[in-house]
């Protein structure tokens, strides 16, 4: 294949990972933003409105628990089937759970099945969101230059900033709508709207090949018959890790994003601070992925992640004191800071880096489980967040400790990973085979 022929398919691998990564991430983000703004007031009515809020979240929640469910079930037909069909199937999922939350009824129309149905679909949304991180990533990866695989994994990466920059622009346009307005029909617009990403995704993705890496192994008969058992046999170590490492990036986004929305209205300021704020660090998210990936490549993916952790460590308190401060400029530059370092510089390389801890046929499982799982604990986060403010009597300080404290664990956990981005295990693997093929052993090392 000529240089220009590689290049041009690798553009169009990753269109197809962006495009599809967006639309998930652009339908996820949204309802958080309509957990922290709508769904309150129009599903949980009857409540006091710091419980209509902790409900809200609590279905907010029930996504993240639905995550690990995709990421197990289509991580498993990743491994056994291939990367696209399952990328389209996971699409299509997310997409119709996206849409049809935009032709809810609410509760003063059908009462408790209002909500009974929100959380219906935002589950489809959590399983369809759990296949397609793992299957989006590896689209690309398994498709790029060995030696730029941090840059090309990151793009897709960036798609969670333009799905929040996209889902918080939508949000922000629509609040200048007369409150009524916005309440009775307004909110929906941005649910509705998804189906036209989702159009776009599907066709795009229809048209790509599958990936160089899962074909050798098709071709080779050596696909495992149950790939979650494999992982757990081969990688325990490398799956706990990965776990831990994670949790700093999904709390901290949710409590600079979702709680962080909530928690500035607690001060008495409307959401346009905060909305604003995300506006802009998600702007700036979409261009430091892909440089943040490609600084991976030249010094490795392990010190972008430490110093991100460490970063969220020692910020998470400040954080807090900015927005108390409820001057406009000290809350951009809290949500901005907090975002651009932490969770999106994590984000921006997760994908390649946990890509490397596994080989390539548990791959697909590795990566999903690994972040889908640790991904409950982001669900949680706002929820424990408003929680452990009522029990702070408002004030933010056990907010900030909890963030401290599951950041620290990030950095334990990344200090005890290898460096991936020199040789990774599949590399490994292979170099092993080679060397026992070579000594004459038929014996296949597994």
Known sequence: MSTNHASANMRKVTIASFIGALLEWYDFFLYGTAAALVFNVLFFPESDPLVGTLLSFATFAVGFLARPIGGIIFGHYGDKIGRKTILVLTLIIMGVGTFAIGLLPTYESIGIWAPILLITFRILQGIGLGGEYGGAALLTIEHSPRHQRG?????????????????????????????????????????????????????????????????????????????????????????FLALGARLGETVSSNI?????????????????????????????????????????????????????????????????????????????????????????????????????????????????VAYQVSSIMGGLTPLIATYLLQKGA?????????????????????????????????????????????????????
């Open 151 to 239: 840059f090309w994994a990151s793009i897709p990466q960036s798609a969670t900033s333009a799905g929040l920059l996209l889902s918080t622009a939508t949000f922000a346009l629509l609040t200048k709508m007369p409150e009524a307005q916005f309440l009775a029909w307004g909110w929906r617009i941005p649910f509705l709207i998804s189906i036209l990403l989702l159009v776009v995704g599907l066709f795009i993705r229809m048209n790509i090949a599958e990936t160089p890496a899962f074909k050798k192994v098709k071709e080779s008969k050596e696909e495992v018959k149950v790939p979650l058992f494999e992982l757990i046999r081969k990688y325990p170590k490398s799956l």
């Open 256 to 368: 600079f994003n979702a709680f962080g929305i909530a928690y500035i209205g607690t001060l008495g300021l409307s959401s346009e601070a905060s909305l604003n704020g995300i506006l802009i660090a998600s702007a700036i998210g979409i261009v430091a992925c892909p440089l943040y990936g490609a600084l991976s490549d030249k010094i490795g993916r392990r010190p972008i992640y430490l110093f991100s952790a460490a970063f969220l460590v020692l910020f998470s308190f400040p954080f807090f004191m900015l927005l108390n401060t409820t001057e406009p400029s000290l809350i951009y530059i809290a949500i901005i800071a907090g975002y651009i370092f932490g969770p999106t510089m994590m984000f921006s390389i997760q994908s390649v880096y946990f890509t490397e801890m596994f080989g390539t046929r548990v791959r697909y499982s590795g990566v999903s």
């Open 394 to 446: 408002g004030t933010p300080w056990l907010v900030a400790g909890f963030l401290g404290v599951i950041s620290i664990i990030s950095l334990i956990a990344t200090f005890l990973s290898k460096e991936t981005y020199l040789v990774d295990v599949s590399e490994k693997e292979e170099s092993a085979e080679s060397s026992t093929s070579n000594k004459g052993n038929n014996k296949v090392i597994s």
